[in-house]
């Protein structure tokens, strides 16, 4: 085999390290390799390089990707940095759109010159970090996220999310512990707490706490598998002793209305069970509670449900059912 030459070794030098970072090098590393600061401006200047951050080079010609522009931040951030909130959560699929501002976080002992999308978090206590790129744990990224300004639904999708990819209730619970002040603390209590019980979704929190929670219908189970026919189905909610399913439906996993497979499940509900099934969408549950939880009540009186709704607060729309 013909002995690379000089160049070729270096370039060699630079592919193998580049593909273990993403694509991304810093300016310390490519020197460190072999190329001298003229050979890296010629680089630049020819294309193959693309500076990301100062002294941060994404050494291919092709177009930058979210993981190199990630990989590039904590590069840049230097010592302890770690991508954090939103960029950690997209890194394990907790949220599904690459954010367009790279969160990192970094020693508060340090500081990072501001970046156009980048956001660096100072943090007296910095965090455990897994993979490669550091990127913190799922757990503490929930908690971190529920510390930040979003709405009451973006905040349940993101708990929700994070379990469904794995994330035991439990760890987040102990990450929370870690913060003295949290401006979610009880809400994500009270969220995990639900989570536990079987609830999925943001439309299903809302469907336990704001319909049958505070409105004194009885308790119900969640997320209930089942066979009919033959196919495996799942019921968003079930009262069994009632043969009642509540099956919720959210306008991005059914838009339009109901698929062909929720029909042929709802009807085969209808024969093998005897089940009646109520099927709701996010209007009914956030914008009319109270005469959601009234024709739940009305359904369940008359499977042979003996008890009464309450009403959840003055003004309440629901009426009582003996």
Not at 162 to 173: F, Q, S, W
Request: charged share 25%.
């Amino acid at each position: 085999m013909a002995k690379l030459s000089a160049r070729d070794e270096v370039r060699r030098r630079i592919l193998d390290a580049a593909q273990q970072q993403d694509l991304v090098l810093t300016h310390q590393q490519c020197t460190t390799l072999g190329l001298s600061k003229d050979m890296i401006a010629r680089e630049i200047s020819r294309e193959s390089f693309k500076r990301v951050y100062p002294r941060v080079y994404y050494v291919s010609s092709g177009r930058l990707s979210w993981p190199s522009l990630a990989h590039a931040a904590v590069l840049y951030a230097g010592r302890g940095a770690m991508l954090s909130h939103f960029s950690a959560a997209y890194q394990f699929g907790i949220i599904t759109t690459p954010p367009r501002t790279i969160d990192v976080s970094i020693p508060a002992s340090r500081r990072v010159n501001g970046q156009r999308g980048l956001r660096v978090h100072r943090r007296q206590n910095l965090p455990f970090a897994v993979r490669v790129p550091p990127t913190t744990l799922p757990a503490q990224t929930v908690v971190d996220l529920l510390d930040t300004p979003l709405t009451t639904d973006d905040h349940l999708g993101i708990v929700t999310a994070a379990v469904r990819i794995g994330t035991h209730p439990r760890d987040i619970l102990h990450t929370l512990e870690g913060f003295t002040r949290h401006r979610n603390r009880q809400f994500l209590l009270d969220v995990l707490a639900s989570v536990k019980a079987g609830v999925e979704s943001p439309l299903e929190y809302r469907f336990h706490r704001d319909v049958e929670k505070v409105h004194g219908l009885p308790p119900s189970v969640r997320q209930v598998r089942d066979v009919l026919g033959t196919r495996l189905t799942r019921a968003d909610v079930l009262y069994e002793e009632y043969g009642l399913r509540v099956e919720l439906d959210g306008e991005l996993g059914h838009p339009g209305g109901r698929t062909s497979r929720d029909m042929w499940r709802d009807n085969e509900a209808d024969i093998s069970r005897q089940h009646l099934t109520l099927r709701y969408r996010w209007r009914n549950v956030a914008a009319s509670p109270c005469e959601t939880a009234a024709q739940v009540g009305r359904a369940l009186q008359q499977r042979g449900w003996i008890g009464q709704l309450k009403p959840c607060g003055p003004g309440c729309r629901t009426t009582n059912i003996r």
